[in-house]
């Protein structure tokens, strides 16, 4: 039963454009949303996280949404950079943390 | 460095060997988790402790693994005969928790190979 899902496994975007990743969850206990980063051989760095009391937060040229009603959260990354290039996890907290299998950005130069 | 350190970063073991591996959590952090990653998945949850107590295990772990964390600081994983369904990346993370949702701090991970 997984109950955080990211189902594009991989998103290509041009560098200074916007990058859009999407998840969706199915526990409406859920109110506690992440994002985490991933290089490879390394662990998950955590990004940005949103509350279920909000529909938006901003940090820099990331922005998490949370579309309660529709179980979806997105990441905006804005402008995108190659250096944004990794393994993007969406996650919740309920005692523990549920992960979603993951959305591979690669921004091109 | 008050991150989370995880030893070792790289283990190579045979098959049926068994394998610990320790996890050095941020000093204040009171919860500590232990998940599995394997090539395109997202990390899996095998259990957690708040402080000394394990509060939960995942269903999905079978009787050769087990965690402890003996007065609440340090935690270790163990394997018990290994086989090679178990190689993956095994991630140690902790996080403060007061009441308040806050987010979890991961290691650098444990590579586990089983050959």
């Known amino acids: 039963d997984q109950q955080v899902k990211q189902n594009s496994p991989s998103l290509s975007v041009q560098e200074g454009r916007i990058s859009i990743l999407n998840c969706d969850y199915t526990n409406s206990m859920f109110d506690y949303f992440l994002w985490y980063k991933k290089y490879p051989a390394e662990g998950p760095t955590f990004l940005i996280s949103?509350?279920?009391?909000?529909d938006k937060n901003e940090d820099g040229r990331f922005t998490v949404f949370l579309n309660k009603s529709a179980k979806h959260l997105s990441l905006h990354i804005v402008p995108s950079q190659p250096g944004d290039s990794a393994v993007y996890f969406c996650a919740d907290n309920f005692n523990k943390f549920y992960f979603g299998s993951g959305t591979k950005l690669n921004v091109k130069p | 460095d008050t991150g989370v350190s995880q030893d070792p970063r790289h283990k190579i073991t045979k098959r049926g060997q068994n394998v610990t591996f320790r996890c050095d959590p941020i000093s204040e952090h009171n919860r500590l988790y232990w998940y599995r990653q394997t090539l395109g998945q997202g990390p899996e949850f095998l259990t957690y402790f708040q402080n000394e107590a394990q509060l939960e295990k995942s269903r999905l772990l079978s009787d050769r693994f087990s965690a402890e964390r003996p007065k609440g600081s340090f935690s270790t994983l163990e394997i018990q005969r290994t086989e090679q369904g178990d190689s993956a990346m095994y991630l140690c993370?902790?996080?403060?928790?007061?009441?308040?949702?806050?987010?979890?701090?991961f290691g650098q991970g444990t590579r586990l190979t089983v050959v």
């Open positions: 949103i509350s279920s009391i909000k």
């Open positions: 993370a902790s996080s403060l928790v007061t009441g308040f949702r806050t987010e979890a701090f």
